[in-house]
Nanobody, 117 residues
Framework: QVQLVESGGGLVEPGGSLRLSCAAS????????MYWYRQAPGKERELVANISAFGVRTMYADSVKGRFTISRDNAKNMVFLQMNNLKPEDTALYYC??????????WGPGTQVTVSS
C-alpha cells in the first residue's frame, strides 16, 4: 500500500505558475500509474493528467493541454504537475492518485490551488 502527500498549492494570480508535488511512500513506486485530479466546489472530480510508469506516456485533459506538464522522478518516489498560465477556472483542490493492477487505488488528501487577482 502506498501513502501519498501533495504539496505546492497556494494562491496565485491569473497567468501565474505553480508546481505541485506528490510524495509517495510505502509501495513500489515504479509499479504505479500516477494521476492528478482536481475538484472545484460544486463540481465533480475531474482527471487532469496521468503518466505511465517510466514517464513515456502522458495524457492531459483538453482544458489544461499546453499549460500543464506532468512528470515523475522514480528515484525520489515523486510525481509533479507544473502548471503555467493559470486561469481562475483552474481553482480547485488537486489530488494525487496512484493505481496498481489489479485493485490498487490510492489518494492523497489534496492541495488547494486558488487562482485569483
Amino acid at each position: 500500500q502506498v501513502q501519498l502527500v501533495e504539496s505546492g498549492g497556494g494562491l496565485v494570480e491569473p497567468g501565474g505558475s505553480l508546481r505541485l508535488s506528490c510524495a509517495a511512500s510505502g509501495g513500489n513506486f515504479i509499479t504505479y500509474l500516477m494521476y492528478w485530479y482536481r475538484q472545484a466546489p460544486g463540481k465533480e472530480r475531474e482527471l487532469v493528467a496521468n503518466i505511465s510508469a517510466f514517464g513515456v506516456r502522458t495524457m492531459y485533459a483538453d482544458s489544461v493541454k499546453g499549460r500543464f506538464t506532468i512528470s515523475r522522478d522514480n528515484a525520489k518516489n515523486m510525481v509533479f504537475l507544473q502548471m503555467n498560465n493559470l486561469k481562475p477556472e483552474d481553482t480547485a483542490l488537486y489530488y494525487c492518485n496512484a493505481r496498481q493492477k489489479p485493485h490498487g487505488d490510492y489518494w492523497g488528501p489534496g492541495t488547494q490551488v486558488t487562482v485569483s487577482s
